[in-house]
């Protein structure tokens, strides 16, 4: 007779379980940015992660389900700031804190934000129904208490569509565009304070822009 799991040893197989498809996502966004889809593969996605290639399968069934979790996760961290947004919120801290975020995530995950920049050049062949699904409703949504936040005459009604790709596209050019960024400015890398100077100059102009005045400090 098969022993019947206590709750115990229901979370613990929930963390292992968690712990590992954390582990294989990881190192997808390592392997796929060095390869690409094409030449990624499960098993150096588990040579990478250090699970049986057999682990991987159970976890995310084939390659291409890897490839767009990994995809949409990517999009998902990076939005995460935009959930719960509502009319109710001040513009200046909304769209400070997304752009803070957003310059973290590009700092800490700039393979991630590499690997989604090649994807949607390639005309997003695995992304298409999550774009004109599940994320076009997220963008329509913001857009929407952006337009509410001008309609209360709290930001100026500039187009919340093309906001919100402005501070896509700005946020992730650190990260996209690395080579250029050093080149240009002669660093090998870019610091902490570097990455400061460039969120708070990204804030300055989008909030200005916008016609939202940060709140005093006191």
């Known amino acids: ?17 968690q712990r590992n498809e954390r582990d294989i996502l990881d190192a997808a966004e390592r392997v796929f940015s060095r390869h690409g889809y094409r030449g990624a ?6 040579e990478e992660a250090g699970l049986p290639k057999s682990n991987v399968l159970y976890y995310m069934k084939s390659k291409k389900a890897l490839y767009v979790r990994l995809l949409e996760g990517v999009m ?28 973290e995530m590009s700092r800490q995950h700039p393979e991630a934000s590499r690997l989604f920049a090649g994807e949607i050049l390639q005309g997003a062949p695995f992304l298409q129904d999550y774009l004109r699904g599940e ?14 936040w ?17 501070i896509w596209s700005a946020t992730q050019h650190y990260a996209d565009f690395e080579a250029q960024v050093l080149g240009i400015t002669g660093r090998e890398r870019l610091e902490d304070d570097d990455m400061a100077r460039v969120t708070g100059f990204l ?16």
């Not at 007779?1 to 379980?17: C, H, S, T, Y």
């Not at 593969?41 to 588990?46: H, K, M, N």
């Not at 998902?76 to 310059?103: G, Q, T």
């Not at 994320?135 to 509410?148: K, P």
């Open 150 to 166: 001008a309609d209360r005459g709290l930001m100026d009604p500039v187009d919340p569509v093309s906001l919100i790709f402005l």
């Open 135 to 148: 994320l076009r409703d997220w963008v329509e949504s913001r857009a929407e208490v952006f337009r509410q």
């Open 76 to 103: 998902e961290r990076w939005n995460m700031m935009l959930d719960d947004i509502s009319v109710e919120d001040d513009p200046a801290e909304v769209l400070s804190a997304f752009i803070r975020s957003k310059m």
């Open 203 to 218: 804030t300055q102009m989008v909030l200005k822009g916008c016609g939202v005045t940060p709140k005093a400090t006191p």
């Open 1 to 17: 007779m098969a022993k019947r799991l206590q709750p115990r040893d229901q979370d613990a197989g929930g963390a292992i379980r």
């Open 41 to 46: 593969s499960l098993q150096l996605v588990a």
